[in-house]
């Protein structure tokens, strides 16, 4: 039976999501996937969707309404890829009992906020030039697996060479407990 893996976009959703088709065709195979554009999720609808507008209706409820409707709709164990503003939604779901087995953000923003870390399995991603990493004494404090990529910035999950190698933690991951006797 295939594991579980609920995919969650960044802010942009599914309107500049292309290379999230790379994800898919990559773990379509060996996961179930659940995927959610997360500004359906925090039921965003903007007449102009800038980056400053966007961010600031995630910021003003949007975080706090798409990590409720996740909850609700994420009933059964599963394990999480989230991109950008799609990791604090998951993290902060995981806090109010999403049941999650484990969490793999890349770039995600606004974590630093967070003082509690989910009980799941957490792995962080982000580039070095990532305007949206936490700090260092953050990610020592709440002690999650971090790995920052040289010469890449916050976008850094859209390049194909990022994807394989999420891709192939992730499928290594599920492969390996196969295996194992």
Known sequence: MAKKLVILSDKWGSKKGLWITSYLGYLQQYYDISYYDIQELANIHLEVNSDENVGKAFDEGGIVTAAAHLVKNVTEPSHFLAFGMGGV??????????????????????????????????????????MCKPSQQWLAQIGAKTEIVKGFGHDLYSDEKIIIKVCQELLTKITKKQFVA
């Open 89 to 130: 939604i998951a993290w902060k779901a995981a806090l109010k009992g999403l049941p999650m087995k484990s969490l793999y953000a890349i770039s995600s923003a606004r974590l630093d906020k967070e003082s509690q870390a989910p009980t799941a399995d957490v792995k962080l991603l982000y580039g070095e030039c990532d």
